[in-house]
């Protein structure tokens, strides 16, 4: 295929949890053995923690949000859990950014206990990944920690075969990954010594793609949101995001490569 990227010339980054791989079992895992530890009660993130139902909804709130949107669940049901040795029934008595820092942790014990059998699986494969690195230098900017998504992407083998190590950005922000975004265009310019006039993020959710939005803006590189069907938000959330691109999976690397380069054009010419 004809390169329809110039190699250095643009940065295509991707979302790791619901984006690379089907993280939604270990952070189910990780969510209920931290509530489990330090609330004295299992949290499930992929059901409601009092009635069992499904919940779609968790995947829309970063980590610290998770927590929020889950324990208003417990206590809007009236029950209450124990923070710090003291009972308590509302959020705003729990420092939900401690929790928040414990997932990560939580993550990596159970992989690494565990193994990541059946708990996360490849939405991105390494061929695929192969094609796309010949057409652009890629990344990562992620929400969730460091010590788990270093420890998955290597283990998974993506650093060294399409992802470059060097330009990775982990951890939430309370503005988003609006800095993460302009932190990972800092990094490729010191590793390359100019700056990209192309960056693309691929992520799952209407909140990516409106952080991709806001760190444009004054940036003197362009700016490209594409939404990824593989999370939980569905077509008519990523579609009010107003993403640059929306795609169904990343299962067609060339393809991808081809929609984003008559998307520079188009938006050229306009």
Request: glycine share 8%; net charge negative.
């Amino acid at each position: 295929m004809d390169h329809l990227f110039v190699d250095k010339d643009t940065l295509v980054a991707f979302d790791v949890d619901n984006t690379m791989f089907n993280t939604q079992r270990l952070g189910d895992a990780a969510y209920r053995a931290v509530g489990l530890a330090i609330l004295g009660r299992e949290i499930p993130m992929l059901t409601h923690p009092i009635t069992g139902t499904d919940d779609e909804q968790f995947g829309k709130h970063g980590l610290t949000g998770i927590w929020e949107y889950k324990l208003n669940e417990v206590f809007a049901a009236g029950k209450t859990l124990t923070w710090q040795g003291r009972e308590v029934s509302t959020v705003d008595e729990i420092d939900l950014e401690s929790l928040a820092g414990e997932i990560p942790l939580a993550s990596h014990q159970i992989i690494t206990q565990n193994g990541v059998n059946g708990y996360v699986s490849r939405i991105l494969q390494l061929e695929q990944l192969a094609v796309l690195e010949t057409q652009a230098q890629l990344g990562i900017i992620t929400a969730n920690g460091k010590v788990i998504q270093e420890k998955l992407l290597r283990d998974f083998g993506y650093f060294g075969n399409g992802i470059n190590e060097e330009l990775a950005v982990y951890g939430e922000r309370p503005e988003g990954k609006v800095e993460s975004i302009k932190e990972l265009l800092e990094l490729y310019y010191k590793k390359f010594d100019i700056i990209p006039k192309t960056f693309v993020y691929i992520g799952d959710s209407p909140q990516d793609i409106a952080d991709v939005q806001e760190a444009s803006k004054d940036s003197r590189t362009n700016h490209y949101g594409v939404g990824v069907l593989t999370g939980s938000a569905n077509a008519k959330e990523l579609r009010d995001s107003n993403p640059d691109l929306i795609l169904d999976s990343l299962a067609d690397p060339e393809e991808i490569a081809r929609l984003i380069s008559e998307l520079k054009r188009w938006k050229l010419e306009k």
